[in-house]
């Protein structure tokens, strides 16, 4: 530490980046960065992300206002969907000559 | 800190109790042992988490240090087509610097931090970088040679068991292609230019092979580290196997360049199938590490210099952010 060293200052906030590579697909999940304000995010998203074609959208959000399931309750907040194997197809027995079911 | 709520902190651990860590111990093991990815958010022990901070950071420094030896060169580009290229590779260089500071941040530290540990001299970055590009050549064989070794170490990153690491070294390793490739190139309009241009092509592989070399770290029974990182699957190879992949990857390449690598030693071994080579310095890589490299002074000075002149931009952007933020409001 020197004592020049100055108070750190207030970084830029973090975005998350999510990228449409081409119409027709959803937006993906590429990646995050810093920028001061949203504009600047789809710039530096472009110049970061995008700088061979990857992208015909780019969405940024700010990362606090991502809200997410907790991965340790990974379990009981999935487990919902666990015992309803009804809800898969391949559940109904068809007679095989049946067609186009 | 990053505190974004899908990044992982270094403080989650704090909540679980003793038996509770076993458990969750368990469960890390057995994703890793099952070839599946650890995420941001998932338990994981601390060595883990500092072993990854240390070397993410270090590779981000490198991406970001490394702009600088061919940057050197990029106004003394010897036509447009070749400044072009240039450029474009130094961008990437920082593209890639980047989406590795973001997989850091998903482990609980902060960029500003990470570049401060850089600028201080805390934090590392590989050796390579600390030698000086003297000759328009030596764009050509950090191209084929240290982009060529970085190849080598970074495709098995693909599959670290940390994802966004090895999310991040999927995108790099698709980019680094064209910067070998470019490379070589090069070195072959060179070679068949004049024998002043074959010259200063031979007189750079000589000064950049053992460098190379040393990219891939110490030897084996001299590497304290390698063993927990295969461990926990955040290295696939160990230092020696991957030099010598480079070493039987690179001298075909140089056969085709008609090139000699300074190395008498090198030879084919057929009982081996693979070829012989001679000792990299190693006293000469501990004192580039330690900070007696040709460059090493050079390097973080004008690290320190642009991060230093860049405070005003940083500051206005986020002082025109919080203008228009209060003009909305």
Redesign the interface.
Known sequence: MTPAEQPPRRSWPLYEVFVRSKRGLNHVHVGSLHAADAEMALHNARDVYTRRNEGVSIWVVRADDITASSPAEKDPFFAPAGDKVYRHPTFYVIPEEVPHL | M??????GTADAKGTADLAGTADLEQGFDATIAGGQRI?P???MPDAYRRTLIRQIAQHAHSEIIGMQPEGNWILRAPSLRRKAILL?KV??EA?HG??LY??A??LGV???ELT?MLI?SRQKYSSIFNYPTLSYADVGVIGWLVDGAAICNQVPLCRCSYG?YA??MVRICK?ESFHQRQGFELLLAMVHGTDGQRQMVQESVGRWWWPSLMMFGPPDDDSPNSAQSMAWGIKRHSNDELRQRFVDMTVPQAAALGITLPDPALAWNPQRQAHDYGEPDWAEFKAVVGGAGPANAQRLAHRRRAHEAG?WV??A??A??DK??GAAA
């Open positions: 990053a505190s974004a709520n899908l990044q995420e958010r998932d338990w474009a961008q990437d593209g980047l989406y973001a997989a941040e998903t902060d960029r500003a401060q201080e966004p999310r991040a980019e405070a940083r500051e952007a986020q025109y952010a228009q933020a």
